[in-house]
């Protein structure tokens, strides 16, 4: 798909209406997943050459920033779906003429339906291609913002129920569904690393190259976007850093749970097992006088039934006092 933005409004355009005309007046140049017809236009139109998806995703350097006749490329990492359960990461091309920005991405993030959003309210507003990219390029830093927020509330949410005071009982937490949470926050904290590095190698180089192309001054306000990218880095970093501080106290938790509910399954097993052993030998006199032979002198006498008794509670407090004498209790 891809969408025009001009002083006059927001538009999208299929193949078959690009034109050199309808590309007069445009400021921003928004290629989203487009097919390799619309590429081909685009180019065309344009007279440069974009990077594909898999050059776009190269780590080197020399890669992804460059300065081809005149035409500035920087390509970031863009955090996409980092609301849900799968945060993930797409390369997101930004190339640049002091004229025109062309913006090639594979996934619809957040920030770029927002500044549509704010372009097509008040297009007056981005009357300069450099405003564009800067405008863009605020939004999808304070998005990495709000998504920082996002984890480190949670994992406050996360560090009140770990470290909650008072007793619990084993299996008070589930902690299937916090090993998710944590897994999920750890993915959103790298993404925001990975992205916060690559847009701050975008800022550097476009204010350091941006000069060059045109006597257009570069706007005051990217200083203040620079300064804010180098906060939020470290931010995500502290942000990382109580993400594995968790991880390791709810790991430490299970095993320490673990431990208590092996505790306390031996100790239940010790007990019957001394049980099983006292109550041996009163039950092998039981058995013993419960047969019923005929030739059974002790079932004549008087005092036979007190004998049995005595000697069967005899029998189970001897093998009491031996595992009391021994510390086996």
């Not at 309808?22 to 140049?29: A, E, H, I, R």
């Not at 594979?106 to 981005?126: H, I, L, N, W």
């Not at 049995?308 to 021994?326: D, G, H, N, R």
């Amino acid at each position: 798909m891809i969408k025009l933005y001009s002083p006059k409004g927001v538009r999208t355009a299929a193949v078959g209406e690009l034109s050199a005309q309808s590309w007069q007046n445009v400021l921003w140049v928004d290629l989203l997943d487009p097919s390799a017809e619309e590429i081909k236009a685009a180019e065309a139109l344009e007279q440069l050459s974009l990077p594909t998806r898999n050059e776009a995703q190269e780590i080197e350097v020399s890669s992804r920033l460059y300065n081809e006749n005149r035409t500035l490329f920087m390509t970031a990492t863009i955090m996409v779906r980092a609301a849900d359960p799968n945060p993930a990461t797409s390369p997101v091309t930004f190339v640049y003429r002091p004229e025109r920005l062309v913006t090639l991405r594979f996934d619809d993030a957040a920030p770029f339906k927002v500044f549509a959003a704010r372009y097509e309210r008040s297009p007056e507003t981005f009357l300069t291609a450099q405003k564009v990219f800067l405008g863009l390029f605020d939004e999808i830093v304070d998005r990495i913002a709000d998504i920082l927020e996002l984890v480190a509330a949670d994992l406050n949410s996360l560090s009140t129920a770990i470290f909650a005071s008072g007793s619990r009982e084993p299996g008070f937490i589930d902690y299937n569904e916090l090993l998710r949470r944590i897994g999920q926050n750890a993915a959103r904290s790298t993404n925001a690393r990975e992205s916060l590095v690559s847009l701050r190698r975008v800022h550097g180089y476009f204010t350091e190259t941006c000069g060059n192309l045109s006597a257009e001054q570069v706007d005051e306000h990217w200083r203040i976007t620079g300064k804010d990218v180098i906060a939020l880095a470290d931010h995500a970093n502290f942000v990382s850093s109580k993400v594995t501080f968790i991880l390791d106290a709810t790991l430490g938790l299970i095993n320490s749970e673990q431990n208590t509910i092996n505790s306390q399954q031996n100790r239940i097993i010790k007990l019957f097992s001394v049980l099983a052993v006292v109550l041996l030998p009163p039950t092998l006199i039981a058995s013993i006088y419960g047969m019923n032979f005929q030739h059974m002198p002790e079932l004549r006498w008087p005092w036979g039934y007190p004998f049995a008794l005595v000697l069967m509670l005899i029998s189970a407090v001897v093998p009491y006092l031996i595992f009391k004498y021994k510390r086996w209790l």
